[in-house]
């Protein structure tokens, strides 16, 4: 059947062009994923991520481990690179969440010990196996099947990281429910305030290079190194000074741990911490240099406030000794939300990660036999273009379509897409956006409250981590989005502004912790917002304000 193609505008008026596979396709409700994918995925990084959400990574999970239904209408379309999903019919949502929908309670008390106890094992094996470095060994028909095996791996344990999600926001529902019945126009600040203070995995990355810091400080000879010597020079110095090794021991661990995350979810081309670890060494010296409290500190005051949060609620019910019992048991189940949903994440980035020692190695190859002009631009090649290659079936001069693809990605990196495609674009994407306002001199973004307080400080804009170490102290983060990888930044920045997320989103979460405002669901504010400008973010009324003058 011949492809439709459908023109929808950007927010700057750009054209978006959507081909259909089937005109039937173009009729139906497409939702765009910026919380996952703010910025187009990469060729391979789309195979992939098909992989995940329309195979054995999200389909069929489900009925495998735990007899629940197959998954039949979760489906995506990848526009230019950008992630849409498919809305479903309500009729389709109530009969598959009925389906399923005791089970998914059933699990959610104990959601956190499944967690622990069966999946994340399967996974951390599964990113183990990916690591391998023997890649190399195999000719090149060989290592193109095994990228296939090797994705097909990493989607599997992908899957698993699905099986918490329902389970996990399920255990905070009930929560949730009581809340916004019983304390009226508190009640969803006091659900907020409930789930904050529990250690996770963001948090316990930052607290490792936080205390890297503090290990470099306490050898003189290392703490000179790292103030002398230019950082990509850095490691091959630390070896010949007293304290290096011990150092380098530690840092080593450290990436062996955390050092596999991608910087936002499946997009493949981006180097890790890992290939290079000069990205973590920034960290640290920033840590050094900045002489920062501890990124435990934050959470023992996050934690502070939740306890007081629940004294104080609990003795608003105290006179009703059954809403009383309700809500402590809400409240304990409630407990597993933050720990399963950052830990979920955290490994979604690991096997991602995990993925790039045999593409890079596929690359490698391509290259020295001079089918493409450097191994990195494997990503800019398709799967099944891959096996044609191997095959010796197709001689397109690959180097140019990697090259022009190269370009057209970065283009569309800069532009923000329609929120929504489809059937009623117009009527979604209403739906979808915030306000703007203009209030006398100044303009106003209107988004998601998702951390109170208010800072007024300098916009730093970030569309990639590659930048980070230029944030300064007290500045305001304005971003697309934010993974567990961008969480080592909170601890020195004023405020954050990001286009997509929700107040339980990664983003969020994180903006609590350290007990900075923030403001989530902003459309656009990294198109509308420059460096340097003065913002004053409002994150308990969700507002961003920029001054007409700045």
């Not at 800069?414 to 303009?443: F, R, Y």
Request: glycine share 8%; net charge neutral.
């Amino acid at each position: 059947m011949a492809e439709l193609t459908t023109v929808y505008k950007c927010t700057n008026g750009a054209n978006f062009p959507v081909q259909w596979q089937s005109p039937e396709d173009g009729q139906l409700n497409w939702v765009r994923d910026a919380s996952h994918f703010p910025y187009p995925l990469t060729p391979l990084a789309v195979d992939f991520t098909r992989r995940v959400y329309e195979d054995s990574g999200y389909r069929h999970f489900w009925a495998w481990r735990r007899g629940f239904p197959t998954l039949g209408h979760v489906r995506t379309t990848y526009p230019l690179g950008f992630v849409y999903r498919l809305v479903p019919e309500p009729a389709e949502q109530d009969a598959y969440l009925q389906e399923y929908g005791r089970r998914v309670v059933e699990m959610a008390p104990s959601i956190r010990c499944v967690w622990k106890r069966e999946w994340e094992p399967q996974i951390r094996a599964a990113c183990h196996w990916l690591q391998r470095d023997d890649y190399l060994s195999m000719d090149l028909p060989q290592l193109t099947t095994y990228l296939e095996h090797c994705m097909g791996v990493a989607a599997g344990a992908y899957g698993l990281t699905f099986l918490s999600a329902t389970s996990m926001f399920a255990c905070g529902e009930p929560l949730r429910a009581l809340c916004m019945k019983e304390f009226g126009g508190d009640g969803e600040k006091t659900f907020v305030t409930l789930t904050e203070g529990f250690s996770n995995e963001s948090t316990a990355s930052d607290m490792a290079l936080w205390q890297l810091a503090r290990t470099a400080g306490l050898l003189p000879e290392v703490a000179a190194a790292f103030q002398k010597t230019n950082t990509e020079q850095l490691l091959g110095v630390l070896h010949k000074v007293h304290g290096g090794e011990e150092f380098l021991r530690e840092f080593n661990r450290y990436l062996r741990r955390y050092g596999w995350r991608l910087e936002t979810w499946d997009e493949l081309s981006k180097p890790t911490w890992q290939e290079s670890p000069a990205l973590a060494i920034r960290v640290i010296e920033y840590y050094l240099a900045a002489e920062t409290e501890s990124p435990h500190a934050p959470l023992v005051r996050s934690a502070r406030r939740r306890r007081n949060e629940a004294q104080r609620a609990a003795s608003q019910l105290a006179s009703q000794p059954d809403k009383l019992a309700r809500f402590k048991t809400a409240l304990a189940m409630a407990r597993q939300y933050v720990p399963v949903r950052e830990g979920r994440a955290f490994w979604q980035l690991t096997l991602g990660g995990s993925l790039r020692p045999v593409c890079l190695a596929l690359g490698e190859k391509l290259r020295d036999v001079g089918v493409l002009e450097q191994a990195t631009d494997v990503f800019y090649l398709r799967l099944k273009e891959l096996h044609q290659i191997a095959e010796g079936a197709c001689e397109n001069d690959w180097r140019e379509v990697a090259k022009r693809r190269q370009v057209e990605h970065e283009y569309w990196t800069h532009m923000e897409p329609p929120p929504a495609v489809g059937a009623a674009p117009g009527a979604l994407a209403a739906a979808l956006s915030p306000t703007e306002v203009e209030e006398g001199t100044e303009k106003v973004l209107r988004g998601t409250p998702a951390g109170a307080g208010i800072a007024e400080g300098r916009a730093k804009v970030l569309l990639s981590l590659n930048d980070a170490d230029k944030i300064q102290r007290g500045e305001i983060l304005v971003c697309r989005t934010t993974s567990p990888a961008w969480s080592h930044l909170f601890s020195r920045i004023g405020g954050v502004v990001a286009d997509a997320g929700s107040v339980l989103g990664h983003c969020a979460i994180v903006a609590r912790e350290y007990a900075i405002p923030c403001v989530v669901g902003v459309r656009g504010p990294t198109e509308q917002i420059q460096d340097g400008m003065m913002i004053t973010v409002d994150g308990g009324q969700g507002t961003v304000r920029i001054r007409s003058d700045a």
